[in-house]
C-alpha cells in the first residue's frame, strides 16, 4: 500500500525530465558502483581502452548495462501489483549473471548505487520511508535472481 505509493511517486518526479536527468542518473551510479567495487569493472568486455574508472564508466558497454538496469528497475515499478509475474524473467536474468562471473553480494552495491542515485535525485523528498521503500523493492527483485544461482 504505502510503499507502492511512495515509489511510484518518486519514480515518477524521477522520470519527468527522462533525458537531461537520466544522464545525471546514469554517472551517479557508475561513479558510486566503482567507488564501491572497483574489481567489477573487469567483468565488462570493453572494445575501447579502459586505463581508468573514468574511462570504463563512459564507455558504450557500461552505459548500456546501467541502461539494462534501469529498464529492470522500471519493469518493477510498472509490477509493483504483481511482481511475481516477474519471476520467471528475473530468475533467467540471475542465471546470465552466474554464467558470467558475478556474485549474488555485488547486488548490494548496486543496490547502494540506486539508493545513491535516488538520494541525490530526489533531495526533500528522499525521507526514510522513501528510502525503505526502495530497499524492500530492491530486495524483492535481488532475492529472484538470486533464486537463480545454481550450486
Ligand atoms: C547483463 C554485469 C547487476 C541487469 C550483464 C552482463 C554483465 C553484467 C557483464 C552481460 C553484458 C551486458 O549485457 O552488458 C553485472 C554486474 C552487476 C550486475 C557486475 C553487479 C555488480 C545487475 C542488476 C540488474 C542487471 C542488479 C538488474 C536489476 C542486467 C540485464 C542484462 C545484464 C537486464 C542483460 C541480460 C540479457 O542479455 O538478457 N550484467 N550486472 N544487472 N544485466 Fe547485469
Known sequence: GKDKELIRGSWESLGKNKVPHGVIIVFFVCDRLFELDPALLSLFHYSTKCDSTQDCVSSPEFLEHVTKVMFVIDAAVSHLDDLQ????????????????GVNTQSFTVVGESLLYMLQ????????APVRQAWLNMYSIVVAAMSRGWTK
Open 85 to 100: 509475474s516477474l519471476e520467471e524473467f528475473l530468475l533467467n536474468l540471475g542465471r546470465k549473471h552466474q554464467a558470467v
Open 120 to 127: 541525490r535525485s530526489l533531495g526533500q523528498e528522499y525521507t
